[in-house]
């Protein structure tokens, strides 16, 4: 149901970036990689009209908070579950970006032993790193300390994401390295 | 955000099943026992008012596709996804209820080792079954040779799950004695 994606002079750029992860993952689907998709905005319909001969239209609804991430779903048996953030910063990501049912969320999928992260692209370079649901909450909790992630830090603790035409966002091969490389699961999410 | 259930008579009379499911949901994550959340309505927003002061007004929308199932989350590490039914015919459950969209999401979710599942509750008598998605495919490929699943046979090949007041439908006791009381996962979908 979905209209082809305009023809881009480089991959990516003039897409959004989550316009992009939902190429990806359409991609991983087609190629029965993996079954991601991203969670539709929650709203509340309040007043709904049925013409006749024509599809229902919603006349009054309104935006709901989200209580979860972007995206989820399941890779070879896991679950996975991440949010997509972009910045226009250089230097580093603003944890104003980050609010706190996410972090709850994230919190809540760890101890149940879900795969979760944040996919960040620093918009002027167009670099994607993933970086492990549990740097991202150490990193939240010491707001009183830094109230952004320094870029550097991210190239530490997180993991280059490869990008190009197909898929254009390849997140799933960084999850290969760093949570199925190793015997046990998560266990790569310090080294790099 | 949610306003809390009206006090019912009896657990769950009244309550619509997804009302059920939610809530049973709701307390799984509050006990972190699971994560496991209903997937918004997809909706085509196309004019959003901002009027001054107050929230902002969707004022035309449209009901999309959903490509989906019902319900997806973590559980014990392993990716739950379900798809909610209810019927009120007392004999057997017609397939006309299952959709293409949501078959074919279900054998994605079972090639990449996921936990895949119908519930199945027929409002005459409240009682709730789980059936594996396999057994739905098969039934659902079944169509030319019957239109609908024998209630027998949703007792033969499904799981009864206890249902009460918290939570109301506890599904996950049922998941428990079908993909994770045996050694290897989902190997007791046939068997009671
Ligand atoms: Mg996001
Ligand atoms: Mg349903």
Do not use: W
Request: aromatic share 12%; proline share 3%.
């Amino acid at each position: 149901a979905k209209a082809p994606a305009k023809k881009e002079a480089y991959g990516g750029r003039g897409m959004t970036f989550e316009q992009d992860i939902d190429e990806s993952n359409a991609y991983y689907l087609s190629r029965q990689k993996a079954v991601i998709h991203k969670k539709p905005t929650p709203v509340q319909i309040v007043k709904v009209d049925y013409p006749k001969r024509s599809a229902a239209v919603i006349k009054e609804a309104y935006f709901k908070q989200a209580s979860t991430t972007d995206y989820n779903g399941v890779y070879k048996g896991a679950y996975i579950d991440f949010e997509a953030k972009e910045t226009k910063n250089k230097t580093s990501f603003p944890l104003k970006n980050i609010h706190d049912h996410q972090i709850t969320h994230m919190r809540s999928v760890l101890e149940q032993g879900g795969i979760c992260f944040v996919l960040i692209r620093f918009h002027m370079t167009g670099e994607v790193f993933l970086i492990d649901a549990a740097h991202m909450i150490t990193f939240y909790d010491e707001q009183h300390l830094r109230k952004s992630i320094k870029k550097t830090d991210i190239e530490h603790f997180g993991h280059i994401v490869t990008t190009g035409y197909h898929p254009r966002i390849d997140y799933l091969t960084a999850v290969d390295q760093i949570y199925f490389q190793s015997s046990t699961k998560g266990a790569n999410i310090d080294g790099r």
